[in-house]
Every structure is written in structure tokens, then in C-alpha cells.
């Protein structure tokens, strides 16, 4: 039977967590479905950094009301790709997570390879590997935690579509998309799924079938519903840089008004510095709209 995405009403819920690194959000309405296919005893992700993936999971279970139980794993101090970043990013995401996902998610943060002995072989129905994305860092994720990986069980890799400077994931993709039900979606910046179980759930098999033998549609279709949310994102940014502009030229207008007008005086702006940024700000604003 073909499936209908739309079968599955979470495909059109809007994300509740979305910051300010959107490398994730166009996967989002599918990682909605696929929580919604699977029904995971088990979610497991390696590489949460601001959880804007982790949180989709989680706000599924949520929204489900399944009896799921999540672990985000991570150092929460970055990596070569990432960069390494500030302790207060895995404050943050605390403070967010804490409160609404605590009962059936947990923050482990630790080394992937330290979280191993937290997890018995075959237990995990959802694995999605985040981590650094070089070949050899990737081929690791996969082959210490692919035992952990049940029957049934469902791996996702980002970042399969990116071939520049050392990453890696499109190669260990290459290597064992054939090992089970697969598909590749392409869009931000690419997410392999694969289960390699030999099991697979009926739902999850049935539409990793037919995306592959319809993949122009099923692509189209999750890259329009990922590019909705990265447009509103965008919208959103536009809205608060607008309102910030609005208030700088208040501000600005203001000091024009003073009878020295030449800069820098007495703390005033600059009115022709500010003028230079406002035509900068401006041109950056016409741009991004017309990236939405
Ligand atoms: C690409 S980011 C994850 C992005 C995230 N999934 C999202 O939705 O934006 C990679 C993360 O993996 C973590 N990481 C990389 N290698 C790790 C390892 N071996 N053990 C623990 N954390 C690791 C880094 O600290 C970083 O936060």
C-alpha cells in the first residue's frame, strides 16, 4: 500500500524549539513522521549540541503521548566542525529541556563512546548519528553503536550531501545504504535513513519502499515542508532586525535634530556612520528577502 505522509498529522505540526543554528530545522517535519511511523521504545542521539533535532524527537513522543524513552548524547563542548563552544549552550538547552521533557529524556553528557555501557545491544529503535562528520569519526559512531541498533531499528545520518573540505558521511553512506530499507533525503544538507535490522517496522519499510520508487515526490514534498519552517525562522529574524532598524533611525533622527550635527559628539551618533550602516542594514534586509 502507497503511504500518505499526511496520515500522519504530525508532518504539519509546527516546531516548538528552533535556535539560532537552523543546520536541522528543514528535517523536521520528517523526523516527526518517522517518530509517529516507528513508535521508538528508544531514541538515541549522538551529537545534540542546541537540540534543535533532539528537541523535535522529544516534542513528538510529547505530542504522541508515547511511552518512549529519549537520550541526547554529547559532550556539549563542540567539536572540529562545530567549533568549541561556550558551557552556557548546554545551560540553555537545559533550561528548555528540563522542564517539558525530563519525565522520558535524559541529557547524558558524556563521550559517544562513554555512553555505550549505558545501552544494551539491540535496545535502540532510533539512532540518529550527529557527531563530527569525517569519515573516520562517523564510520566509529556507526560501527561501536550499530549492535545497539534493535531488529526493527531505524538509523539517521546528517550531513550525507556535504563533500567539502573533510566530511565524510556521503562515503560511509555509499557504503551501507544497501544494507537494509534505505532513503536519502537531500535537502539541508542531506539525511540518510537506513534500517539495516533485518526487520524492519512494517510502516517505516512500506515508505523508505515507495520513496524510493517515487523519490521526486517524496523529496519535494519534505523539502517544501523543511523550507516552510526555515522561511518562518528567516521571517521571524527579518521582523526583529526590522524593528531593531526602526528604533536605530528613531534614534537616529533624534540626533539629526540636535544643532551639531557633525560626529562624534557627546555620545550622539554619528550621522554619517549611521547613515553608512543603515544603507548596509537595509541592503542585508532586501537580500534575505529574497532568499524567503
Ligand atoms: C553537528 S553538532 C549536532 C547538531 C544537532 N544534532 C542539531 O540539531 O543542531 C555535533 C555535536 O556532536 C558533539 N560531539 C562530536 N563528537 C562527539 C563525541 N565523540 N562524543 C560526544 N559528543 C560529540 C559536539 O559536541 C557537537 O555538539
Same mark, same amino acid.
Given at each position: 500500500?502507497?503511504?500518505?505522509?499526511?496520515?500522519?498529522?504530525?508532518?504539519?505540526?509546527?516546531?516548538?524549539?528552533?535556535?539560532?543554528?537552523?543546520?536541522?530545522?528543514?528535517?523536521?517535519p520528517?523526523?516527526?513522521?518517522?517518530?509517529e511511523?516507528?513508535?521508538?521504545?528508544?531514541?538515541?542521539?549522538?551529537?545534540?549540541?542546541?537540540?534543535?533535532s533532539?528537541?523535535?524527537?522529544?516534542?513528538?513522543?510529547?505530542?504522541?503521548?508515547?511511552?518512549?524513552?529519549?537520550?541526547?548524547?554529547?559532550?556539549?563542548?563542540? %567539536? $572540529?566542525?562545530?567549533? *568549541?563552544? +561556550?558551557?552556557?549552550?548546554?545551560?540553555? !538547552?537545559r533550561?528548555?529541556?528540563?522542564?517539558? =521533557?525530563?519525565?522520558?529524556?535524559?541529557?547524558?553528557?558524556?563521550?559517544? %563512546? $562513554?555512553?555505550?555501557? *549505558?545501552? +544494551?545491544?539491540?535496545?535502540?529503535?532510533? !539512532?540518529?548519528?550527529?557527531?563530527?562528520?569525517? =569519515?573516520?569519526?562517523?564510520?566509529?559512531?556507526?560501527?561501536?553503536?550499530?549492535?545497539?541498533?534493535?531488529?526493527?531499528?531505524?538509523?539517521?545520518?546528517?550531513?550525507?550531501?556535504?563533500?567539502?573540505?573533510?566530511?565524510?558521511?556521503?562515503?560511509?553512506?555509499?557504503?551501507?545504504?544497501?544494507?537494509?530499507?534505505?532513503?536519502?533525503?537531500?535537502?539541508?544538507?542531506?539525511?540518510?535513513?537506513?534500517?539495516?535490522?533485518?526487520?524492519?517496522?512494517?510502516?517505516?519499510?512500506?515508505?523508505?519502499?515507495?520513496?524510493?520508487?517515487?523519490?521526486?515526490?517524496?523529496?519535494?514534498?519534505?523539502?517544501?515542508l523543511?523550507?516552510?519552517?526555515?522561511?518562518?525562522?528567516?521571517?521571524?529574524?527579518?521582523?526583529?532586525?526590522?524593528?531593531?532598524?526602526?528604533?536605530?533611525?528613531?534614534?537616529?533622527?533624534?540626533?539629526?535634530?540636535?544643532?551639531?550635527?557633525?560626529?562624534?559628539?557627546?555620545?550622539?551618533?554619528?550621522?554619517?556612520?549611521?547613515?553608512?550602516?543603515?544603507?548596509?542594514?537595509?541592503?542585508?534586509?532586501?537580500?534575505?528577502?529574497?532568499?524567503?
Amino acid at each position: 500500500m502507497r503511504t500518505n505522509p499526511l496520515d500522519y498529522p504530525m508532518v504539519l505540526a509546527d516546531p516548538q524549539r528552533i535556535t539560532v543554528d537552523p543546520a536541522w530545522v528543514g528535517h523536521i517535519p520528517f523526523a516527526f513522521v518517522l517518530v509517529e511511523m516507528l513508535k521508538p521504545a528508544t531514541v538515541v542521539e549522538l551529537g545534540t549540541y542546541r537540540g534543535n533535532s533532539y528537541c523535535a524527537f522529544c516534542q513528538a513522543v510529547a505530542a504522541l503521548k508515547l511511552p518512549t524513552k529519549c537520550y541526547a548524547v554529547d559532550t556539549w563542548k563542540g %567539536d $572540529e566542525h562545530t567549533g *568549541h563552544y +561556550a558551557e552556557q549552550i548546554y545551560q540553555e !538547552l537545559r533550561a528548555y529541556h528540563d522542564p517539558r =521533557y525530563a519525565s522520558f529524556s535524559t541529557l547524558l553528557r558524556m563521550t559517544f %563512546d $562513554e555512553a555505550l555501557s *549505558h545501552f +544494551a545491544d539491540g535496545s535502540v529503535d532510533l !539512532l540518529h548519528i550527529d557527531g563530527l562528520h569525517t =569519515y573516520e569519526a562517523v564510520k566509529h559512531d556507526y560501527e561501536t553503536w550499530r549492535p545497539k541498533l534493535s531488529p526493527r531499528g531505524v538509523v539517521l545520518f546528517h550531513d550525507t550531501a556535504r563533500r567539502e573540505q573533510d566530511f565524510g558521511v556521503w562515503k560511509l553512506w555509499d557504503e551501507i545504504r544497501g544494507s537494509g530499507p534505505s532513503f536519502e533525503f537531500n535537502h539541508f544538507s542531506g539525511l540518510g535513513v537506513l534500517s539495516p535490522g533485518g526487520a524492519p517496522a512494517a510502516e517505516v519499510r512500506d515508505f523508505l519502499n515507495d520513496a524510493r520508487a517515487n523519490p521526486k515526490t517524496v523529496l519535494r514534498f519534505f523539502e517544501t515542508l523543511g523550507n516552510r519552517i526555515d522561511a518562518e525562522i528567516t521571517l521571524h529574524n527579518l521582523g526583529n532586525f526590522l524593528d531593531q532598524t526602526q528604533r536605530f533611525l528613531d534614534a537616529w533622527k533624534s540626533d539629526l535634530s540636535q544643532p551639531a550635527a557633525q560626529a562624534p559628539i557627546n555620545g550622539h551618533v554619528n550621522p554619517y556612520a549611521a547613515a553608512g550602516r543603515v544603507a548596509r542594514d537595509l541592503a542585508a534586509v532586501r537580500a534575505a528577502a529574497k532568499r524567503v
